[in-house]
């Protein structure tokens, strides 16, 4: 019964990608951008799918029900209010710019060089979300169906690939609108019978309103308030999320959806944390990891497992979708400098044997080696949170600076980008191998062995960074000013308005 619910749910979603697939009708903007057509319930939609992924809802249950409400719901709530400071401050105007990726915006402001730095940093730190993804789904395909963790993985790829390939950003709105459904419905009902067959329960001190995880750092609010910020301030500068951002009609419509998809996020994420934290008490307090899995194969019903794990899939196809469809986009446009021939006007261009739009073939093939390097660290390095919260501690360090005070101060240029970007990267990751604990996780990716760094770094390392990002990018700007202010106006060369699209 669960393999034929979890099979179901994928299949909707494939036939739905390759459907409208039809849409993207040859033209780059229409692949990369849904040439900027998308109302609000697609794109509140899509931001809601990239939210709401394995890690938001396997990483979180296993946090909640270790450490506490905080340490769980702090991966929903920061990913909400991303979207929340989206919408506010940054929204209106990056789809007003009718850009096609997010880089662009770094080569309009800082030049070439920020460009490819960005992209490179973005493309490594979506490496680990996507590996993440799939760690997930090689898991629970290993563990309720018997598949070997790796071809469970292989399998996700290819059903992804498939239609995200074949529809880009269409393919990938209209089946996160199917996958959000599905995920709702399945987080209700899980709620739901949590509710009436055992009744929500939060064990001592491990409760929403039990503040000291935020406060006391015995029990780990430096990690909390690191994952709230890791995530609320460094997805800032997600390619996911500025790419739906972009794919929206107006910039209005673009700021509306940033606030429904917190809304969102939250609606699912929350309940999550409020079902593990009753599972002390159901599965008892020694489970061990994959909670959910546990409750859900000892504890529910057969169509309640189903539903679940369905929703569970979904997420991990939504959340994986959309980070092979951005990363192929800058691989592709910023990183190898292949842009569109402005709907065959211009000559064809011999570009990855490309006809008369480069940039679309292009984006397309790129997206192979990258999923490769993803597939290759989930079976090298099989976590799930750690993933994706390492991967946005790295935004942070480098990358938001840059973007939210290029838009604001017009001091900073590309020397104290680069600044920003050497020196937030480099203390991150310095403190990342010496450091033994990675938001309360074994370091097992790389750790070398000291006795200075302890674990009681942990979680302040990712204020560290980021303060040494900013003052760098400050120091640079007031000693190395900006000599002309680029970003009012596109450079000819790097945004084309792409054709509309076909109803």
Request: net charge neutral; proline share 4%.
């Amino acid at each position: 019964m669960i393999l034929l619910g979890v099979g179901l749910s994928i299949v909707v979603v494939l036939v739905i990608g390759l459907v409208v697939a039809k849409k993207v009708d040859g033209d780059s903007g229409r692949y990369l951008v849904a040439g900027r057509t998308l109302g609000i319930p697609l794109v509140a939609a899509g931001l809601m799918a990239q939210a709401v992924d394995a890690n938001a809802t396997l990483g979180n249950t296993d946090l909640a029900y270790g450490f506490g409400f905080w340490a769980g719901a702090s991966l929903p709530i920061g990913l909400a209010l991303c979207l929340l400071l989206t919408g506010l401050f940054f929204a209106r105007r990056m789809n007003a710019a009718k850009l096609l990726t997010l880089p662009d915006w770094y080569a309009r402001r800082y030049g070439r060089r920020i460009e490819l730095a960005a992209s490179v940093a973005m493309i490594a730190a979506y490496v680990l979300l996507l590996a993440g993804n799939l760690v997930a789904g090689g898991f629970l395909f290993e563990h309720f169906l018997g598949i070997d963790y790796t071809l469970g993985v292989l399998l996700i790829v290819a059903v992804v690939m498939t239609y995200t390939v074949a529809g880009g950003m269409f393919s990938d709105s209209y089946t996160a609108a199917a996958q959000m459904v599905i995920t709702i419905i399945g987080t209700a009902c899980l709620f739901t019978w949590v509710a009436v067959t055992h009744g929500i329960t939060v064990p001592e001190g491990m409760g929403a309103f039990d503040l000291g995880q935020l406060t006391d750092p015995a029990q780990g609010a430096p990690v909390n308030w690191a994952t709230l910020i890791a995530l609320g301030v460094g997805d800032i500068v997600a390619i996911d999320f500025m790419q739906r951002i972009f794919s929206a009609k107006s910039p209005s419509v673009a700021r509306r959806a940033c606030f429904l998809g917190a809304a969102g996020t939250l609606l699912i994420g929350i309940p999550f944390s409020f079902v593990a934290l009753s599972a002390v008490d159901i599965v008892g307090p020694d489970a061990g990891s994959a909670v959910l899995f546990t409750l859900l194969e000892d504890h529910a019903p057969a169509w309640l497992a189903m539903l679940v794990l369905a929703a569970v899939v979904a997420a991990s196809c939504s959340t994986a979708n959309g980070a092979i469809l951005g990363t192929g986009a800058v691989a592709a446009r910023n990183i190898a400098g292949i842009r569109e021939t402005d709907g065959g006007k211009l000559p064809e261009l011999k570009v990855f044997g490309a006809g008369k739009d480069p940039l679309l073939r292009a984006s397309r093939i790129a997206m192979f080696p990258i999923v490769g390097l993803a597939v290759l660290v989930a079976v090298r390095v099989p976590q799930t949170g750690i993933l994706l919260t390492l991967a946005f501690d790295l935004m942070l360090a480098g990358l938001v600076v840059p973007f939210a005070l290029g838009l604001w101060w017009k001091r900073g240029g590309a020397v104290a980008a680069a600044a920003a970007i050497a020196v937030g990267f480099t203390v991150r990751l310095a403190f990342f191998v010496v450091t033994p604990t990675v938001y309360g996780v074994p370091n097992d990716l790389l750790y070398i062995e000291n006795d200075v760094v302890t674990a009681s770094f942990d979680g302040w390392t990712t204020f560290i960074a980021f303060l040494a990002g900013t003052s760098a990018y400050i120091a640079a700007a007031l000693l190395r000013p900006a000599k002309a202010y680029r970003a009012a106006a596109p450079a000819p060369d790097l945004v084309r308005e792409p054709v509309a699209a076909q109803a």
